[in-house]
Structures are given as structure tokens and as C-alpha cells.
């Protein structure tokens, strides 16, 4: 899955919007709604939240008219390169991306004439066809520091010095750790922009005219 970045760029720079903060896991944004109270805006961010999701009553976890708060829990798939597969790129078995399941939690809360959202993500998993499940070697995190990528490339140095892997080529062995700073550069990418586009797909509703038209 590719995402277009140079949309996301034409939407923050055209729409009111605060300054992005990334927190580890957490990822958070404030919107301007000018000229709207916090009744109007809580409306249409529900009503956005009801288009996005196909079973909006099982993810939104908690609404409350009165705080202005909306809760959602839901799941989102998350491509992640796949370093055995730029190991062993001959494998037709192997896909460049494995889909892992992350779970969010989105937190909204709303003022006049402003809201903020707070996007969670817990750890990435993955499952096979015989549902055996597989976790990711690192965290959920939008703001790996060096020292991260340096832990990470130690753990794949050691994953290669396993037995089972004992018969692979030094050179291979290489690729494999030398990749995870590629790897967790684009995951990284791919959660910020996963948020990005939801935030945004919330924000487009809520400046539009949900009054349906005479007919």
C-alpha cells in the first residue's frame, strides 16, 4: 500500500490546522471549525464517524453530549516491509509487505469553534492461515530515536546467529540487519500517515454542509 504524501501535504497547508505532536505511540492534532460551536462540531464529527466506519455502533466506545467527548476503538491494518523478503528476494512465497493488525484508540474532544484528536496504537500483530500469531520486533512508535534503531540491529544480529539460521549466507544474513533501519523508517511513515488520512477524513466532513439538499 502506497499512501500519497503529496495529498496529505495539500491538505495541511489549506485547512486550519495546528501543529501535529507525535508521542511514541500517540499521535495527536487540533482542528480550527471557525464560526461553529462545539454542539454543531460534535454533530458532524459523529456523523463523520458513522460514514467512516461500516459498524459505527461497535467501534464508538463512549459519546457523551454533555463533556463533548467521543471514544473509538477500532483496528487498522498496517503494511510492513517485509526484511525476509529483501533477504530471500527470489521467494515468490514471501510479499514485499505483511499486513499486521494494530489496534487504536481514538480519543475526541471538542470545544467551540476547535476539536483535538488523539490517535493510540498498541503493538502490531500478525496471523498466518493456521492462526499462528506473530508479533512485531519492535513497537508502535512514530518517533524512533537512534539509539532505538541501534537496539533493533542488535536484535537482528542475534536473531542471525540462531542455529536455524546457521545455513544461510553471511551475505543474506547481512541484508537482514542492515534493512531494519529501512524497515522502521517506513513503518514509522506508515502509522503517521494511516493517522493523518483518518484525521483528515474526519476534518473534510465536519467543514462540510451535512443539511441535505431540497428535493
Same mark, same amino acid.
Given at each position: 500500500?502506497?499512501?500519497?504524501?503529496?495529498?496529505?501535504?495539500? +491538505?495541511? %497547508?489549506?485547512?486550519?490546522?495546528?501543529?501535529?505532536?507525535?508521542?511514541?505511540? !500517540?499521535? @495527536? =492534532? %487540533?482542528?480550527?471549525?471557525?464560526? @461553529?460551536?462545539?454542539?454543531?462540531? +460534535?454533530? *458532524?464529527? #459523529?456523523?463523520?464517524?458513522?460514514?467512516?466506519?461500516?459498524?459505527?455502533?461497535?467501534?464508538?466506545?463512549? !459519546? $457523551?453530549?454533555? /463533556?463533548?467527548?467521543?471514544?473509538?476503538?477500532?483496528?487498522?491494518?498496517?503494511?510492513?516491509?517485509?526484511?525476509?523478503?529483501?533477504?530471500?528476494?527470489?521467494? &515468490?512465497?514471501? &510479499?514485499?509487505?505483511?499486513?499486521?493488525? #494494530?489496534?487504536?484508540?481514538?480519543?475526541?474532544?471538542? *470545544? $467551540?469553534?476547535?476539536?483535538?484528536? !488523539?490517535? /493510540?496504537?498498541?503493538?502490531?500483530?500478525?496471523?498466518?492461515?493456521?492462526?499462528?500469531?506473530? !508479533?512485531?520486533?519492535?513497537?508502535?512508535?512514530?518517533?524512533?530515536? /537512534?539509539?532505538?534503531?541501534?537496539?533493533?540491529? =542488535?536484535?537482528?544480529?542475534?536473531?542471525?546467529?540462531?542455529?536455524?539460521?546457521?545455513?544461510?549466507?553471511?551475505? *543474506?544474513?547481512?541484508?537482514? %540487519? =542492515?534493512? =531494519?533501519?529501512?524497515?522502521? *523508517?517506513?513503518?514509522?511513515? /506508515?502509522?503517521?500517515?494511516?493517522?493523518?488520512?483518518? +484525521?483528515?477524513? %474526519?476534518?473534510?466532513?465536519?467543514? @462540510? $454542509?451535512?443539511?441535505?439538499?431540497?428535493?
Amino acid at each position: 500500500m502506497k499512501i500519497n504524501r503529496y495529498v496529505i501535504f495539500f +491538505f495541511l %497547508i489549506c485547512n486550519s490546522v495546528f501543529c501535529q505532536t507525535i508521542d511514541g505511540n !500517540k499521535i @495527536s =492534532q %487540533i482542528y480550527e471549525v471557525r464560526n @461553529s460551536n462545539a454542539e454543531e462540531i +460534535f454533530s *458532524k464529527i #459523529h456523523f463523520a464517524l458513522c460514514l467512516i466506519y461500516q459498524n459505527p455502533d461497535e467501534v464508538i466506545k463512549y !459519546k $457523551d453530549d454533555k /463533556t463533548m467527548r467521543i471514544v473509538v476503538k477500532a483496528m487498522a491494518l498496517v503494511p510492513v516491509l517485509d526484511a525476509y523478503k529483501l533477504m530471500n528476494p527470489s521467494n &515468490t512465497e514471501l &510479499t514485499d509487505y505483511v499486513d499486521y493488525n #494494530h489496534n487504536y484508540t481514538a480519543v475526541i474532544e471538542v *470545544k $467551540d469553534e476547535k476539536y483535538r484528536i !488523539k490517535l /493510540t496504537y498498541q503493538n502490531g500483530k500478525y496471523s498466518d492461515s493456521q492462526l499462528n500469531e506473530y !508479533k512485531l520486533p519492535f513497537p508502535a512508535k512514530m518517533d524512533f530515536e /537512534t539509539s532505538d534503531l541501534e537496539e533493533i540491529i =542488535q536484535k537482528a544480529r542475534l536473531e542471525m546467529n540462531q542455529e536455524y539460521y546457521s545455513i544461510t549466507s553471511r551475505r *543474506k544474513k547481512e541484508i537482514y %540487519i =542492515q534493512s =531494519q533501519p529501512r524497515v522502521l *523508517k517506513e513503518y514509522q511513515q /506508515t502509522l503517521i500517515d494511516y493517522a493523518t488520512i483518518y +484525521f483528515q477524513s %474526519i476534518y473534510k466532513d465536519v467543514l @462540510s $454542509d451535512n443539511d441535505q439538499d431540497n428535493w
